[in-house]
């Protein structure tokens, strides 16, 4: 079987070469827990957004986590997230001891507009938190022209956007405060953590003190992290998903059936905090976070250059990205609106593109947060997009059939009739 005739996986993770022989020596001199690499991995980072101080945290929601308590808002404050989010924000704002409110997005854009956030503040709003979802900046200047007027703190959230800019800044340092994931398919992957940004110097000790009264994770747990890492890049590797869990989505397109529900985290409270959830980020993820970011411009230049190549097949049947000329996508995810995304989903499969549905969360229809709950007809248009495969480690011959795929499939029924905020061709 030759490779045009793999499977093509809906995620490909990004990985230095040189990350074996990293672990290697980290645990060779006995510093997979603590070493000298986090905080010259902070420091790095720190360089690369323009900012004084970066924080590593657990993962990328802790470090939301710390910020919301570093910032000391009054208990059962309000803070006003995207109604299209994952679910683990607004319940770690809860368990941070607010009240989630949910604005609804930009079916366009995927993003919430500052009108949306506008209208949900209240008297009793603390923060909004602006999320740059699938790699797109939201209008930063709208959204902080809105925060400035009602006296609400600003915390973006760019776990899906890291090397993404607005007006030519880079996205986490617009606001009061920002959050990155490393989470192992994310554009920076360190198997698993995240970072913190915070403007002010008060705040920001805060949240340096939060990180620091941790416990270290055990070394048993890291080597299971990073077990479990390789694992999952095996089976994304498309020589192997086509003969490991490729033919069970394949069977379950015949049965309409979602086997991959199974794979994502159980939506729950999480008060009190899981226990991972409360350790330190390690010496070894953080030497695999320098090596991530001197590739990283290389691999969201050939993310961006697989998303041209959609573009330029994908344009004439079907609406692709909107990217606004002030801002640069970094395309965690390349969405398109099929005109029925599940029987797009099974006709890809059976043609050997393994495309994704389920990466963000209409929280508003959640039982979750039930209690919470308004109407978000942008957020609930949003999920029936499709995640194409783009990510970097495709080949130029595996993009170009992701694309004729997509094209064959999206041409043979005509667009759907335009929902909120969408205008049709």
Not at 216 to 234: D, M, Y
Not at 263 to 284: F, G, K, M, Q
Not at 298 to 327: F, I, K, Q, Y
Not at 338 to 348: E, H, L, N, T, Y
């Amino acid at each position: 079987m030759t490779a045009m005739r793999w499977a093509i996986p809906r995620y490909g993770i990004r990985v230095a070469p040189e990350t074996s022989e990293i672990i290697r020596e980290c645990r060779s001199r006995g510093q997979l827990i603590r070493g000298p690499q986090i905080a010259e991995f902070e420091e790095s980072f720190a360089h690369f957004l323009g900012v004084e101080e970066a924080i590593a945290t657990s993962y990328g929601r802790m470090a939301f986590y710390y910020i919301l308590k570093a910032f000391r808002f009054p208990p059962g404050s309000e803070i006003v997230l995207p109604a299209l989010t994952f679910w683990v924000i607004p319940e770690l704002a809860r368990a941070a001891g607010l009240k989630p409110v949910f604005a609804d997005v930009d079916p366009v854009t995927f993003t919430t507009p500052a009108s949306a956030i506008e209208q949900a503040l209240t008297e009793r709003t603390c923060a909004v938190v602006p999320t740059h979802l699938y790699g797109l900046p939201c209008d930063m200047d709208e959204i902080l022209s809105v925060a400035a007027r009602h006296h609400v703190a600003v915390i973006e959230d760019c776990a899906h956007a890291i090397g993404a800019t607005y007006q030519g800044r880079p996205v986490g340092t617009l606001g009061d405060a920002a959050l990155y994931s490393f989470q192992l398919l994310k554009p920076l992957s360190t198997f698993r953590g995240g970072m913190a940004i915070v403007r002010d110097k008060s705040v920001r000790e805060r949240v340096r003190q939060l990180v620091n009264e941790e416990p270290w994770p055990a070394e048993a747990t890291i080597q299971r992290v990073l077990r479990l890492a390789w694992l999952e890049l095996l089976f994304t590797r498309p020589g192997v998903f086509t003969f490991s869990g490729f033919p069970i989505l394949w069977l379950s397109s015949f049965l309409s059936a979602r086997p991959d529900v199974y794979l994502w985290e159980p939506i729950r409270h999480l008060a009190p905090l899981p226990a991972d959830y409360t350790e330190r980020y390690s010496n070894v993820q953080a030497a695999l976070g320098l090596a991530g970011l001197k590739h990283l411009a290389h691999w969201t230049a050939t993310t961006r250059s697989h998303a041209e190549v959609l573009n330029t097949e994908l344009g004439p049947v079907v609406r692709v990205p909107s990217v606004p000329p002030d801002r640069t996508h970094v395309y965690y995810q390349y969405c398109v609106y099929p005109p029925d995304r599940d029987v797009f989903v099974r006709q890809a499969i059976r043609r050997g593109i393994d495309v994704e549905t389920l990466h963000m969360d209409v929280c508003t229809k959640l039982p979750l947060f039930a209690q919470y709950s308004c109407p978000a007809p942008g957020a609930e248009y949003a999920s029936q997009a499709v995640q194409l495969p783009v990510y970097s480690c495709l080949s130029m011959s595996e993009i170009g059939r992701v694309a004729d795929v997509a094209r064959h499939l999206l041409s043979r029924r005509p667009e759907p009739l335009a929902g909120p905020g969408l205008v049709n061709r």
